[in-house]
């Protein structure tokens, strides 16, 4: 009998993680202020922002969005103005 194992997702550095809450929250709450910023986003799928200030951040997200789909994940990119965002 075999039994297979999914394999182990890497464990993203804690300073990844932490910007990528900041942003979901600014972007959240500017959601709240303009909802038509959330009409183009489909439903169901794993959203990674991109903010237009940090490349090497973009970089490692869209490397995350491209392992999630090929997981079979539906993976949209978003590119943010961080100065757009409510604070």
Request: a negative charge; proline letters at 7%; hydrophobic letters at 40%.
């Amino acid at each position: 009998m075999s039994t297979e194992v999914a394999p182990k997702r890497r464990l993203e550095p804690t300073d990844q993680v932490d910007k990528r809450i900041e942003l979901v929250r600014r972007f959240t709450l500017t959601g709240f202020q303009n909802p038509g910023i959330f009409e183009d986003i489909p439903k169901g799928v794993l959203m990674y922002l991109l903010p237009d200030d940090d490349p090497e951040f973009v970089e490692r997200e869209i490397v995350a969005g491209a392992a999630a789909s090929r997981r079979g994940e539906n993976v949209y990119l978003k590119h943010v103005r961080v100065s757009d965002l409510v604070k």
